[in-house]
């Protein structure tokens, strides 16, 4: 059987093409139809137990995994495979329409329209916006692009990279399981125990990866290499999140802006602590990070291209 390292990486890299070109499907999306089987799942096992939790969690991606796996054997030639990949890259990656909304909120701040700012945070991340002001909005977009790089390209790059479509397809099930019942409410803190640990696992070394790509990169945004290393260092272990933590402040220090404060998430008031120095993110501070969004992205996507052809390719 002819060495499927190649095929992948050829697969990736065209993946990615299509998320450039088409973004995300506009109907029809996978994920969301997964997400559909999640809540009816949920809904017909959820008990106030972590062991249930931990059932469905496991479950869950187990059978994205399988699937995955599924498809790859029904595939013969490295040409379907190629194609197989490059499908499952675009349906699960989200690069591009992340950056789309970055400008869309960028555009919506620029033009004064606050209400429809707020309105259309919603598309980026769950927090309450009804009283954000333009700072906040701000803030909380930039805080939301920092992470989701990791989460929508760099995570799903890297899982691709180690275990092709198998690691794509469960990669974006445990992501999405955490988005629905990793949160702390009172219906999901033991139910979504085991979702939410399965997200740190999964993003561990991904979000280390984004926030090594950010300290790199900092120049794209006149940003200094060492004032990104030294604020992730000093900052991301401060993050009630592992794995946001690295990111968000890795990007504060790239940006030269303080992240953090207070936030309204699910009902809940939290005091987040301050990542980075200078002062909090502008409205033009959206387009920077933006930019540097693109720019962790595209690298990824060449370093996750090189080791599937040339160092896993190598070891066939």
């Known amino acids: 059987m002819p060495s499927r390292a190649w095929p992948t990486a050829v697969g990736i890299a065209g993946g990615l093409g299509l998320d450039a070109l088409l973004a995300d499907p506009r109907r029809g999306h996978p994920v969301a139809a997964f997400g559909v089987l999640a809540a ?9 137990s972590r062991t249930v939790g931990a059932l469905y969690a496991v479950g869950l991606t187990g059978a994205a995994g399988l699937a995955g796996a599924g498809l790859v054997r029904s595939v013969r030639r490295p040409g379907g495979l190629a ?28 033009g004064g329209d606050v209400d429809g700012a707020r309105a259309r945070l919603s598309h980026l991340c769950g927090r309450d916006s009804s009283t954000l002001d333009v700072p906040g909005l701000a803030r909380a ?41 990793g949160h702390r409410s009172q219906r999901y803190l033991r139910f979504g125990w085991a979702a939410a640990r399965l997200d740190d696992a999964a993003n561990f070394l991904p979000a280390r990866l984004t926030a090594g ?61 301050l990542l980075g120095n200078g002062p909090g993110p502008t409205v033009p501070d959206i387009a920077r990070a933006a930019r540097l969004s693109s720019a962790v992205s595209l690298a990824a996507g060449a370093t996750a291209v090189a080791v599937r052809g040339l160092v896993v390719g190598g070891r066939r």
């Open 213 to 273: 790509l950010t300290v790199a990169l900092a120049p794209v945004v006149d940003g200094r290499p060492h004032a990104a290393f030294r604020a992730w260092r000093r900052d991301g272990g401060k993050h009630p999140s592992p794995n946001a933590g690295p990111v968000e402040a890795s990007f504060a220090g790239a940006l030269g802006r303080t992240l953090g404060g207070r936030l309204t998430y699910s009902g809940r008031v939290e005091d987040r602590p």
């Open 40 to 48: 009816t799942t949920e809904r017909l096992v959820h008990k106030d």
């Open 83 to 110: 194609a197989l990949t490059a499908l499952a890259t675009w349906v699960v990656v989200g690069g591009t329409t992340l950056r789309r909304e970055a400008s869309a909120m960028h555009s919506l701040l620029e």
């Open 141 to 181: 977009t930039v805080e939301s692009v920092a992470e989701n790089t990791s989460d929508a390209v760099v995570g799903p790059l890297f899982w691709g990279t180690v275990a092709g479509v198998p690691g794509l397809l469960a990669y974006r099930a445990v992501n999405t399981l955490d988005a629905m019942v």
